[in-house]
Nanobody, 124 residues
Framework: QVQLAESGGGSVQAGGSLTLSCATS????????MAWFRQAPGKAREALAR???????YYADSVKGRFTISQGNAKNILYLQMNSLKPEDTALYYC??????????????????WGQGTQVTVSS
């Protein structure tokens, strides 16, 4: 059974940094895509970054150069390092997996498993 659990959210001032973590279990690490999404109130859920089992990454234009997706050595921890945060980054952040590799960013409809989300609030 796949389980995903995010942590590390919080409140930060604009320009600050946060690192989100996602503890994973039950994932087939032989051929997967892990991703971070976010959803702000009244907006659609959007993919921010993804990493395939081979370590290749892909980012949304809105976070490219500011956010970095990575995994721990055992691949059971997913990270999102967020720098130069802006008020518009305020949202509920989710980790997710679709169970097969991604070409670009995954769509919400293609995701098989979601974490419960962690709130990030950036004040100006």
């Amino acid at each position: 059974q796949v389980q995903l659990a995010e942590s590390g959210g919080g409140s930060v001032q604009a320009g600050g940094s946060l690192t989100l973590s996602c503890a994973t279990s039950g994932v087939d690490y032989s051929g997967y895509c892990m991703a971070w999404f976010r959803q702000a109130p009244g907006k659609a859920r959007e993919a921010l970054a993804r990493i395939n089992h081979d370590g290749t990454t892909y980012y949304a234009d809105s976070v490219k150069g500011r956010f970095t997706i990575s995994q721990g050595n055992a691949k059971n921890i997913l990270y999102l390092q967020m720098n130069s945060l802006k008020p518009e980054d305020t949202a509920l952040y989710y980790c997710a997996t679709r169970g097969s590799r991604c070409l670009g960013l995954p769509t919400p409809a293609s995701v098989l498993y979601w974490g419960q989300g962690t709130q990030v609030t950036v004040s100006s």
